[in-house]
C-alpha cells in the first residue's frame, strides 16, 4: 500500500530541517531494478520550477534510477541559482548511491520565489540514503507532506499472468489539490514491479492520470511544480497486458487524486460534478470544470445551499454543445432543474453529509467527464492569508 | 450627476413588495426624445434571462423610448412563463405611457430559477409611471439595489461646441460585480442628450465597455443578466465630435465600473491589476484578468502578503508571449519579482492601504490593461453560502 509495495524498490524520508516544524521533509525512491523504465507527466505551468526543468530532461531517454523530493521549499523562480541547486542535489544523490545524475530526478514543494538552504539538503540526502529500505515507502510518503494532514498511499496488484506471475503498482501522493496554501503542488510518486519499457508506461500514465489527477480540481490554481513520475522495475517478471495494467495504473491515480481532494485544507464538502450526455468527452470535462470554478458555487454548497442559478449560470460560459433549454441538474439525486427550468423543490435536497454530487445532463450525446472538487470556505481562506512563510 | 442629468429623460423609483426587505425595487427610465437611438451590451452568458432575450429584440431597431427595471429577482432559468412574463411588463409599461412594447427594454437582478410575482410587478410600474419626475435619476437607481450598499451613478459633460452647445452623459449601475450573493448581476442605464444615431451610439458604447465594465473581474462569475443600456434623447440638440462622446462615455463607465468593484461584496482591498509591456492588448489583459481570478492570490492580499509567487504562476497558465525568466513583478510600488526570480524584499510591501496596485511587465511589447478586482475574504464566503431566498 506504498511506493514500495512494488518489488525492486527501497525508500527513506528523513528530517534535513527544511521545515520549521521540525518535521520531515526529504524523501527519496530508488529503483533497484533489474529494469529502470520511467515516465513522467509535468506541470502545464509555463512558469515552471527548477526541479521540473531537470526532471523533464532526466526522463528523456525515459530512464530513472532514483527521486529525490523535499517539501519545505518549491525552488521557483529562483532563476540560475536555482537551477544549480536542484542540479547539485541530484549530483549529491548520485554519488551516494553510485548512479549517474542524469538518472535522478528531482521534486519540490513548499514556498514559491526562495532559495533551498544547500547546507540542510545535502546532509539530508546523506541521511536519507543511509536510512533505503524495502519497507521505507510510508516514511517517504510521511517526508513530503506540506499542509497535508493525512499521508496519502494507495496500491493494486494484478491477477496472475499465465506463468503464475502478478505485478503491483504502489504510489504515494502530497497535496491538498491546489488548495495547499502557498505550497499549491501535487507530486506523485508511482512504482511497478511489471516489466515494462519506458514507452509503455508514457502512454498508460497519460490515459491514466487524464480521468484523475487532471480532473481533481479545487480551487482553479495551477502549480508550478506538479509532478507525477512512474517507475518501473521489473522485479516481478511479470509482463503485463497493457489494458489490465493502465485498468491498475487508474485506480492507484484515482484513489490517490481522491485523497488529495478529500484533504483539501478548510473543505467541508467533497463535490463530484458529472456531465453526462455530453456530444464529447472534452464538452464533458469543460462543463464540469467550469461549474468546478465557480466560487459563487463552491460557496453555496458551503452553506448547504442547492443553488442551481450558480450552476446554470456556470455551464452558460463554456462553448459545449448544449440548448439552454434542455440542460437537466440534479444534485445529490434531486432533479432541481429540468429543461434549463425549475424542477423539483430545492426542500429535498440533503447536502448536510460531506460528500456531494452533482449531474449535468447536456442531453446532446453520451460523452461524460467527472471533475472532483470541494467548496468554498471560511477556513480556505483563513488558510491562504494567514500563510506567509 | 444620474440618470436623469441629461436632458429629455424622467425617472422614478418605487417600491414593488418584491424585497422582502420592502426597500424600494422596481424602476422606470423614459426617453422624451425628441431622439429615441439607443444601443446595448448583454451577458455573454448561454444562459441568458428571459429579459436579456426580450431586450435583444427590443434593442435590434435602434431604438427603445423606456427601460423597466426590477430588482428582487432574476427572471433567469424560469422558460417559456419567464418571457411571457418579460413580455408582459414590457406591454404594461407600454400601456401606461402610450408607446409600442417593442420599444420598451426590460432588466431584471435577483435569485434564478424563481418566478416573478406578477401581480405586484404590474400595480408597481403603474406607481413608477405615476412618480416619473426629470429629477427622479437617485430614485430609480435606488430602486436597482440588490446587496449594493451605496447607490452608483455618474455623469459627464462636454465643452460647448461650435454653436455654444453642451451635452451631458449620466448613468446608474447596480450590482457588486460579480460578488453580489446569487444576484451576481450588473445592470446599467446611461442616458445622453445628444444628438447621436444608434449606430454611433453601439460604437461608441462597444469602444467605452472593453477598457471599463468589461475589466472588472470580482470573482470571475459571469451573469445570466448582465445589461448595459445607453439612450441618447438629443435633447440638448448638440451634434458631438465621435472620439470626444467616446471619451466622456467611457470616463462615465470607468467611473461606474471602479463604483462596482469598490461596493463589492465582502472585499477589503481594491486591486487594480495593470500588465505593462505585453505584445498586445489582449495578451495584457488575459494576463492580468489570469492574475484577477486567482483565489490563492486574492488571498494572499487579503492577509496582507505581497505573495508574488502567486502572481507569477497565474501568469504562467496564460499564452501570451513572455519569457518566464523576463516577467518583473511590483506590488505598490516595489518590485518584488525580478526578471522571473527574487527581487526586492517582501517587508517593503505596504499593504495595509484598502488600494492595490499590481504592475506585471512582460518586457515584449507596449500593450497594456488594467483589470480591476478585490481580495477574497472570509466575509464574501459568509455572504455567498448564508443566501439563500
Known amino acids: 500500500?506504498?511506493?514500495?509495495?512494488?518489488?525492486?524498490?527501497?525508500?527513506?524520508?528523513?528530517?534535513?530541517?527544511?521545515?520549521?516544524?521540525?518535521?520531515?521533509?526529504?524523501?527519496?525512491?530508488?529503483?533497484?531494478?533489474?529494469?529502470?523504465?520511467?515516465?513522467?507527466?509535468?506541470?502545464?505551468?509555463?512558469?515552471?520550477?527548477?526541479?521540473?526543468?531537470?526532471?523533464?530532461?532526466?526522463?528523456?531517454?525515459?530512464?530513472?534510477?532514483?527521486?529525490?523530493?523535499?517539501?519545505?521549499?518549491?525552488n521557483a523562480c529562483t532563476g540560475p541559482e536555482g537551477f544549480q541547486n536542484t542540479?547539485?542535489?541530484?549530483?549529491?544523490?548520485?554519488?551516494v548511491l553510485g548512479i549517474s545524475a542524469t538518472d535522478v530526478a528531482v521534486c519540490s514543494t513548499g514556498l514559491i520565489g526562495e532559495q533551498l538552504p544547500m547546507d540542510k539538503i545535502l546532509p539530508g540526502v546523506?541521511?536519507?540514503?543511509?536510512?533505503?529500505?524495502?519497507?521505507?515507502?510510508?516514511?517517504?510518503?510521511?517526508?513530503?507532506?506540506?499542509?497535508?494532514?493525512?499521508?496519502?498511499?494507495?496500491?493494486?496488484?494484478?491477477?496472475?499472468?499465465?506463468?503464475g506471475n502478478s505485478y503491483s503498482i504502489g504510489g504515494m501522493a502530497k497535496g491538498a489539490g491546489m488548495l495547499a496554501p502557498g505550497l499549491a503542488t501535487m507530486l506523485v510518486v508511482i512504482t511497478t514491479d511489471a516489466e515494462v519499457e519506458a514507452e509503455g508506461l508514457d502512454a498508460a500514465l497519460r490515459d491514466a492520470v487524464r480521468p484523475t489527477f487532471n480532473r481533481a480540481d479545487s480551487d482553479g490554481c495551477m502549480s508550478t511544480n506538479d509532478t507525477v513520475l512512474l517507475l518501473a522495475s521489473g522485479a516481478s517478471t511479470a509482463i503485463p497486458d497493457m489494458d489490465e495494467f493502465t485498468a491498475g495504473l487508474t485506480e492507484v491515480c484515482a484513489t490517490l487524486a481522491r485523497a488529495l481532494i478529500a484533504d483539501a485544507e478548510g473543505a467541508n464538502h467533497d463535490i463530484a460534478i458529472t456531465?453526462?450526455?455530453?456530444?464529447?468527452?472534452?464538452?464533458?470535462?469543460?462543463?464540469?470544470?467550469?461549474?468546478?470554478?465557480?466560487?459563487?458555487?463552491?460557496c453555496a454548497i458551503?452553506?448547504?445551499?442547492?443553488?442551481?442559478?450558480?450552476?446554470?449560470?456556470?455551464?452558460?460560459?463554456?462553448?459545449?454543445?448544449?440548448?439552454p433549454n434542455e440542460v437537466n441538474v440534479s444534485i445529490n439525486g434531486v432533479q432541481i432543474c429540468r429543461k434549463g427550468g425549475i424542477g423539483d423543490s430545492r426542500d429535498?435536497?440533503?447536502?448536510?453529509?460531506?460528500?456531494?454530487?452533482?449531474?449535468?445532463?447536456l442531453r446532446t450525446g453520451d460523452a461524460s467527464a467527472t471533475i472532483w472538487t470541494n467548496d468554498l470556505t471560511q477556513a480556505y481562506v483563513e488558510e491562504n492569508s494567514a500563510y506567509s512563510s
Open 1 to 74: 500500500m506504498s511506493v514500495t509495495t512494488a518489488q525492486g524498490f527501497r525508500a527513506a524520508g528523513t528530517t534535513a530541517g527544511l521545515k520549521a516544524s521540525g518535521k520531515p521533509d526529504l524523501a527519496l525512491v530508488v529503483n533497484d531494478g533489474p529494469q529502470r523504465s520511467a515516465a513522467a507527466v509535468f506541470t502545464s505551468n509555463r512558469v515552471a520550477a527548477a526541479p521540473v526543468h531537470w526532471s523533464r530532461q532526466v526522463l528523456s531517454d525515459g530512464r530513472v534510477d532514483a527521486v529525490v523530493l523535499n517539501s519545505g521549499g518549491a
Open 87 to 95: 542540479h547539485t542535489t541530484a549530483e549529491k544523490v548520485a554519488d
Open 126 to 163: 546523506e541521511a536519507a540514503a543511509a536510512a533505503l529500505a524495502s519497507d521505507g515507502g510510508a516514511a517517504a510518503a510521511a517526508a513530503i507532506m506540506t499542509t497535508d494532514t493525512v499521508a496519502k498511499e494507495a496500491a493494486w496488484t494484478s491477477a496472475p499472468d499465465a506463468n
Open 275 to 298: 456531465t453526462v450526455n455530453a456530444d464529447s468527452e472534452r464538452d464533458a470535462e469543460i462543463v464540469s470544470r467550469a461549474v468546478a470554478r465557480s466560487n459563487l458555487f463552491k
Open 302 to 323: 458551503f452553506g448547504n445551499d442547492p443553488n442551481w442559478g450558480r450552476v446554470l449560470s456556470a455551464v452558460g460560459t463554456t462553448d459545449a454543445v448544449f440548448d
Open 348 to 361: 429535498l435536497v440533503d447536502l448536510s453529509g460531506r460528500e456531494v454530487t452533482v449531474e449535468i445532463d
